[in-house]
Each structure stands twice: as structure tokens, then as C-alpha cells.
């Protein structure tokens, strides 16, 4: 099994931590307010740990970035300062029970964070840090950021998945419920059976008012229990005279009149509907059997990439490894070497002597880090330079296709979903919990419109 992939999930932070918008220059609404700095002060406390004026000013300034990126509308500023000072509040109580637990961040995980935060916007590590301090902040600071955000990953992972159960028995209701939506190509089949009380052609007003008079009583009778066959047979005008009852025989909707489809889709069996009336007369139905087409078949996009790896080490570090791979690159967009070639020839990893394919991957089979920059690219892209925790990579998308699911895969992919929802569902709750055995005191409330000191 190639080493990129995984048996079970992972998570690594990218650049959607919910650090400084970093894909280009920032938007004007994500700007600093030019405004003149005021004095930090202690604007809340949680259990003896303050946060300050500046702390707030800092992440209401990230959550406008945010905001801006997503294309949606900026908050107010009082509604900023709000959210901000309740992120805050939320962290503040995080981080200290990963202190009491022992929980760190260590160097290492730091560095590859700030490399992944740069190649997945497709810069240099020097590079982002110097928009890092365009945006106002120190290479210091944003890697103490970048070790708050971990350190808050390990927290919330150690204190929240192991809360996370799915039984056997959720697994098969989600299926049963899967399986009662949307339907696979083709029709239902029914089996209907008709009583015809015929009009003729030029019949007058007074003669189709009988008729219709008499298809109501037959209808009637057959609703108060009477057999709907023998009604067929005494009083029905069908070309078979009601020889089998009525009964029409078990066939695809797309076989049976739209009329008749219409008129029955609602019936249970052995229900009663009519007389609805056709050119031909009045209907009485009744729908003996409905069969429905079998469920969809749960599916999964699957992809076929082939990639470039170099791992760092002593003669090779990872900036340098970004800018090999950033060379190789251009002569492969260029023509002057295929992929398969530069990967036999440079690549790390054990798929290197098939030029690089990885073969066909289900979602979940590579890291997130990995995945997330190949689920972007469309067949026949290249990726620029990116960094995961086995080194540093480019990918090309081969090829994708839907592939429909055995049972275990279906009921591993199941698990997987119920798995996501329960996480979310027990991380909001255990936010709560962490923020509700802290002592919080509000002091005075944060300013608007300043900028942090610095």
C-alpha cells in the first residue's frame, strides 16, 4: 500500500485555519482600520488569564479576513468585537485544558504548518512570511498562531472523537433511508385493475351525466368492499369485457396511460381511485401491486493521480525541494519532459517506477493535505509544489470516474457520515461544556475601530 495513504482519518491544519487571507492581496474590507492605536487593556478574564483590547482588535482584524474571503457580507464592527471576544473566551478555555493535560506542539508540526499554509498558496515559505508582515504580523507571531491552532486541534480531537460512537444499527437506518430517496434509472412497475363504464361519441348531456351517475355507483360498491373483479366482470366496457377482473397485468409506468399513472401514483395497494374520465369514458382503478425500481446504488467519485515526491533531509531541505519540483514542473507544462519520465527519475516514493500513478483512490485513501490540493485539480492539471507530512509533492489528475459501492463499502462510507455529523454535533456541545467550568469576568468592554498595538 503506497504510504500516502491511510486507514483511518487524519486531520492537519492548511490555510484555512483562519489565519490571514494569504491567496493574494488582501481585500480592501480586510484591511486594517487607519485609526490611532489606543492603550491595550484588559478587556475579559478566564480563570485569572486575561485577554486584552489588542487580542480582540487582532481577531476581529481575522475574522473580517474570513468574512471577506468567503465573499459574504462584513459584519459590523460591534458584531466583529462580539465574535471576537467569544472566540477569544472559547480558545482561552481550550488552550488551558490542553495545558492541564499536557497536551504541546512541537517545533517540527509548526514548520510543517507554515509550509503548508505557503504551498497551498502557492508561495514560498520567505514569501509568506514577508506578506505575514505586510498584514501586520511578525514571523514569531503567526507561528505562535499557527501552534495556538494545533494545540487546539490535539485538544479538541483527544477531548471530542473519543466521545463519537456509531452502532450497527444507525448504520442501517442511514442506508434504509438512503435507500428511500432518489431512485435509479427506470420505472416503477404497477398492476392495475379497470372498470370502464364507456360514452359513446355524440353522446348528449343527459346521457353523460347517466353514465357518469353509473361509474360513481359502481365505484362506490367497490370501495364499501364488494370484489373489484366481479364489478370488472358485470359491469365493465373494456375490450375483454372484465374477463380477468380487470386486472391490466404488472408493467412499467412508462406502459400505462399518464392518466392512469397520475391517478394511482398516491394509492397503497388494493386502494380505490375514480371514476376519472379519457375519451374513452370513466375509470374506476385499483392498484393491485406497485414494485419499485431497486435503490440507486450508493456511488463514489474515484480518482487516478500520479504524483512527484522528495522528502526533505540534510543535503535537501524542504524550501529547496519546493523549488526542484516547482522546476520540474515547468518543463513537464513545457513538453521538454513527461511526467512519468521526471518521476522515474527523481521521485521518492514506491510509485515512482510506474511513473508515478497512484491507481484508482476512493475519497479518504490519501492524507487531507494531499487530498484536498487533488480533489481541486481537473484531469490532465498539475498542482504546484505542495507540502504533507512525507515531503513535498506535485500531482497530476489522471482521470476520474463514479464506481458504485459493495456493501462494506457502502456501510464504511455510512459510518463515515453519521461519524462527521456526531462530531460536529458532540464538538459544539464540548465547546459549551469547556467554556461553562470556566470562570469568565467581563471588564471593559473593546473598542471600535482601532487598529492593535503593535
Known sequence: MNKLRLSTRSVLLTCAIGLPALSGVAPAAAQAPKAIQQADFIVAVVNSEPITNNEVQTMRLRLAREAAARGGERPSDEELNRLALDQLINEKAQLQLARENGIKVEDDAVDQAEMNVASSNQITRDELRKRVGQEGLSASQFREQLRTQLTLTKVREREVESRVKVSEQEIDQFLLEKSSGPRAAGEAEINLAMILIAVPENSSESQLKALEQRAQDVAARARRGEAFADLAKSFSEAFDKGAKGGEMGLRGTDRYPELFVQ??????????????RSGAGFHILKLLERREPPPAGLTVTQTRARHILLR????MNRDQAMAKLSDVRKQILAGRISFARAAQD??????????GDLGWAAPGMFVPEFEEVMNRLGPGQLSEPLVSRFGVHIIEVMERRNMALSEREQREMA????????????????VDETRGRAYVEMREPPLLNTAPAR
Do not use: V
Not at 526533505?312 to 543535503?315: L, M, T
Not at 527523481?346 to 511513473?355: L, N
Not at 459510518?415 to 459544539?428: M, N
Open 346 to 355: 527523481i521521485s521518492q516514493d514506491g510509485s515512482a517506477s510506474q511513473g
Open 312 to 315: 526533505a533531509s540534510p543535503s
Open 263 to 276: 391517478a394511482t401514483e398516491k394509492l397503497r395497494p388494493n386502494e380505490i381511485t375514480g371514476p376519472i
Open 415 to 430: 459510518r463515515g457520515a453519521l461519524r462527521e455529523k456526531k462530531l460536529e454535533e458532540t464538538y459544539t456541545r464540548w
